[in-house]
């Protein structure tokens, strides 16, 4: 049996907390519309940091988790990671107004018109992304995430049991 998000909350190790997290809303019968607040936050988070992590910005928007990109940067915002989210508004300035397309499709062809100029943006701010600008946001044991932790850790009603 998968463990409940009062178990999760209370794992230590970094890698083993972000992967309990991501497979505790994976396991949501609920898909990301019907989610709850606190869910959709930790979804974005969640996707942001193995999409950044797998291979920066760019596979962000090229994967799935760039439909999300709006509520991505908001989410941000709901958990206090004021810094990243103003990350992901940079990284989501070099497509053209009004931004990246939430369908895949579309923000496909959206990268393969880009500037090279993007690519180099995004490897900037890769950096950036590493070096957690957020760091205030987290639990003084938890992950070097940015703020999920604490923001599950107040909304873990709204979590699946």
């Known amino acids: ?29 609920r898909g990301f519309a019907e989610s709850r607040p606190a869910e959709r936050v930790a979804w974005c988070v969640s996707e942001l940091e193995a999409e950044v992590h797998n291979g920066g910005f760019s596979l962000f928007f090229m994967n799935s988790a760039g439909d999300l990109a709006a509520e991505t940067a908001d989410a941000l915002g709901r958990i206090g990671a004021y810094k990243t989210m103003a990350l992901v508004k940079e990284a989501m300035a070099v ?18 018109a880009l500037p090279a100029s993007a690519r180099a943006t995004w490897d900037r701010l890769d950096k950036l992304f590493f070096a957690y600008p957020d760091k205030r946001c987290r639990r003084p044991l938890g992950p070097p995430g940015i703020g999920s932790i604490s923001y599950s850790s107040r909304t873990r009603t709204t979590f699946p049991r």
């Open 1 to 29: 049996m998968a463990p409940s998000i009062d178990e999760v909350l209370q794992i230590v190790d970094p890698t083993r907390f972000s992967i309990a997290l991501s497979d505790l809303i994976a396991r949501s019968p």
């Open 95 to 112: 497509f053209p107004p009004p931004g990246p397309a939430a369908a895949r499709q579309s923000r496909e062809a959206q990268l393969k």
